[in-house]
């Protein structure tokens, strides 16, 4: 190694005793240790905005390009030329620039061999900020030379922060103004807030709506250890510290930037105001400031545009709301002409079967009092007439009569409980009693046929429920059981608790069910397979009176045939308590 490949650094000052907590990187590049060496002696005090240096050391290219790809941002880089190659070096360089396109680290060529690197050749053709001869870097120039590369490499670090800044400025302000929620805006403003300053920042976001009071604020978004403030209807309680730090700021309604803590004021066209507070890892430079004013004198439209958009957003749901509401009445209407228009169809159609019943049920006693009645004309025309035989004649027109009336009167009764809705009014009813009333109410008609009546029922058995009504129910399956049993029956009634159901079941003896009574049981006008054994009349709605006073109970009525044997158990299940609460 010739004399020129020497490089003599003489330290300008003694290096200090303390060292900045911030510092600048940057490469030694150069197969020379001695180099290395002298360079740390000579950079050992060196000092720049209050922040020392970090020296890495690479002897060789390739370990420089390892370094380098795994390291990016690094500063100045002191580079040799003749390394491993003539030109490792220069390699180099172009390695830098044009496959890591870091174009902001300042590269100084140092060469002990000038004439192998000639000066002019190399600034044209490589992108090299300096280029030193290592006999003329003494401390001094070399301290110069640094620091006109490291006063450029933060010139171009600032310009390389606005541009990148206004990139994300220009790129937030239609994806912020495309928010349509207040806290999802206010998150946003956050995170761009983080992008643009490039550091970890805790912060809260708070709101004071110019209708209402003062001292009446809302998070609308929080980071950081702050994120617990936010969330809900955003009205949590603020902490001591940052509820003073936020009143201080809309106070004095502006920007202001601290160490530590720095708030951001944007008032917006429509009155409400906002405050941003935020708490970062170091403290914002003059670059950082310029850009969250630009930043924020954005947010004012974007936060009336959110503003606008809820009030628009309520005015939409009330009036929604009032199309709801109209619209619900008119529904209502519509279903109150349909269920009229129903009732109507309805009492039209028990017309019609009613008119169907009368002529069916009233044609036989007609033609019994038509036929009485011609008899007795012609008794009239005898000479002399049979006075006996005319008043038997007379009876049986009577008590024809007699019965068709109460056939009509039956009829009509029954016709209008299937046509009037049922309504039941609650109440406590003991119904093992209700049972015996009923059961002795019908014993003189039974008796009439030579039946007995059987009844097991206990002392007392309570529910809720319709006494009148299922008082119907119950005289309708007694009746009936009366009515299609033989003369010399035995009709038992029983009531008892089976299986959660409060049962009241009559059998009879009667001829039993068909299966084609089985598929019209308990239906309106409907006639079963057996006829009254005393030739008594029927309108065929007992049954589903009883089905319906049964269903509105919240029970159920049914029907068992006890084939080969004689006669069929009718029967009202109720729930326990039925009814109750009702």
């Known amino acids: 190694m010739s004399d020129d490949d020497i490089l003599f650094l003489l330290p300008d000052d003694e290096p200090g005793a303390d060292q900045p907590t911030a510092a600048w990187p940057v490469m030694v590049v150069d197969d020379d240790p001695a180099v290395h060496e002298g360079t740390r002696f000579a950079l050992s005090g060196y000092g720049l905005d209050g922040a020392g240096l970090e020296l890495i050391s690479a002897y060789s290219a390739a370990e420089a390009r390892s370094l380098l790809t795994a390291r990016r941002g690094m500063a100045v880089i002191l580079l040799d030329v003749v390394m491993e190659t003539d030109d490792a070096g220069l390699r180099l360089v172009d390695f830098v620039r044009r496959e890591l396109k870091d174009d902001t680290v300042r590269i100084i060529l140092r060469t002990g ?22 006999t003329e870097l003494t401390a001094d120039k070399l301290f110069t030379s640094l620091t006109a590369a490291l006063r450029a490499y933060q010139q171009l670090k600032r310009l390389e922060e606005t541009r990148r800044g206004l990139e994300i400025i220009i790129d937030a302000a239609p994806m912020l103004l495309d928010y349509k929620s207040m ?10 807030v983080s992008s643009l300053l490039n550091v970890a920042c805790e912060g809260i976001l708070v709101l004071r709506e110019q209708s209402g009071p003062q001292d009446a604020v809302s998070v609308l978004a929080g980071s950081g250890c702050y994120q617990h403030l936010a969330g809900g209807d955003g009205q949590r309680p603020l902490d001591d510290d940052v509820r003073g730090i936020v009143a201080q700021a809309f106070s004095e309604r502006r920007h202001t930037f601290g160490d530590r803590w720095s708030t951001l004021y944007v008032h917006t066209a429509s009155g409400s105001e906002i405050v941003a507070l935020l708490k970062a890892d170091r403290s914002l430079s003059e670059t950082d400031r310029a850009l969250i004013g630009l930043f924020t004198s954005r947010l004012s439209v974007a936060f009336d545009n959110v503003i606008l958009y809820e009030q628009l957003q309520r005015a939409n749901i009330g009036l929604e709301q009032r199309v709801v509401e109209r619209t619900a009445e008119l529904m209502r209407a519509n279903r109150r002409l349909a269920m009229q228009r129903s009732d109507l169809r309805r009492a039209n159609q028990l017309k019609t079967e009613i008119l169907g019943t009368v002529a069916h049920d009233l044609k036989n006693p007609l033609a019994v009092i038509l036929g009485r009645t011609e008899m007795l004309g012609d008794m009239i025309e005898a000479k002399p007439p049979p006075a006996e035989a005319m008043h038997a004649q007379i009876g049986h027109i009577r008590e024809t009569a007699r019965r068709l009336t ?3 009167e039956t009829l009509i009764a029954d016709a209008m409980t299937d046509a009037l809705d049922i309504v ?6 003991d119904f093992a009693a209700l049972a015996r009333e009923v059961s002795q109410a019908n014993a003189p008609l039974a008796e009439t046929k030579g039946q007995t009546l059987r009844s097991d029922i206990p002392d007392s058995l309570t529910l809720h429920g319709d006494a009148e009504r299922l008082r119907e129910a119950m005289d309708n399956l007694i009746s009936n059981a009366i009515k299609y049993s033989p003369t010399g029956a035995e009709i038992v009634v029983t009531v008892a608790r089976e299986a959660g159901e409060t049962v009241y079941a009559v059998r009879d003896h009667g001829p039993g069910l068909s299966p ?3 598929g019209r049981l308990f239906g309106r006008f409907q006639r079963l397979s057996a006829k009254p054994t005393a030739g008594e009349g029927s309108t065929g709605l007992g049954l589903s009176i009883v089905k319906r006073i049964a269903e509105l109970h919240g029970g159920r009525a049914t029907a ?12 009202i299940r109720l729930p326990n308590g039925a009814g109750e609460g009702v």
């Open 424 to 429: 039941l009014r609650r109440e406590p009813v």
């Open 183 to 192: 806290q999802r805006l206010a998150e946003g403003v956050l995170t761009q």
């Open 560 to 571: 068992e045939t006890h084939a080969p044997e004689p006669g069929s158990t009718f029967a």
């Open 406 to 408: 109460g056939m009509i």
């Open 113 to 134: 061999q000038p004439g192998q690197a000639p000066e002019r050749r190399v600034i044209v053709d490589y992108d090299i900020n300096d280029y030193k001869a290592k």
């Open 516 to 518: 084609e009574d089985i």
